[in-house]
Nanobody, 127 residues
Framework: HVQLVESGGDLVQPGGSLRLSCAVP????????MAWFRQVAGKERELVAV???????????FHADPVKGRFTIAQDNAKNTVYLQMNSLRPEDTAMYYC??????????????????WGRGTQVTVS
């Protein structure tokens, strides 16, 4: 499995913004199920957002309730890169953020165990 590479994590003040990037070596990411998860110590890895680009304008996204309206997932197919734009950051957003990918967005697209490809994570700290 190819190693995904996250970047962009940082220490930011509450209310600040940050954009995370996930490079997918070899691509393509079109037609793939791309996701962002986050995890804090002592808690399960939780889904943040999912994007599926089917081509020809068939672009679908999902954002978990805690980040809905504040975070936006997007992708640049030419660059084989997935982004997570994070606005209005809160201390509870502090976590290690992971990029994940699988070949298809199936019925269990919300579960971490269904993703085949992962990055090593990028730390986001809001304080």
């Amino acid at each position: 499995h190819v190693q995904l590479v996250e970047s962009g994590g940082d220490l930011v003040q509450p209310g600040g913004s940050l954009r995370l990037s996930c490079a997918v070596p070899g691509g393509p990411i079109s037609g793939k199920c791309m996701a962002w998860f986050r995890q804090v110590a002592g808690k399960e890895r939780e889904l943040v957002a999912v994007i599926y680009f089917g081509g020809a304008g068939d672009d679908r996204t999902f954002h978990a309730d805690p980040v809905k309206g504040r975070f936006t997932i997007a992708q640049d197919n030419a660059k084989n890169t997935v982004y997570l734009q994070m606005n209005s950051l809160r201390p509870e957003d502090t976590a290690m953020y992971y990029c994940a990918a699988e070949d298809y967005c199936g019925g269990s697209w919300n579960l971490a165990e269904n993703y085949l490809y992962w990055g090593r994570g990028t730390q986001v700290t809001v304080s």
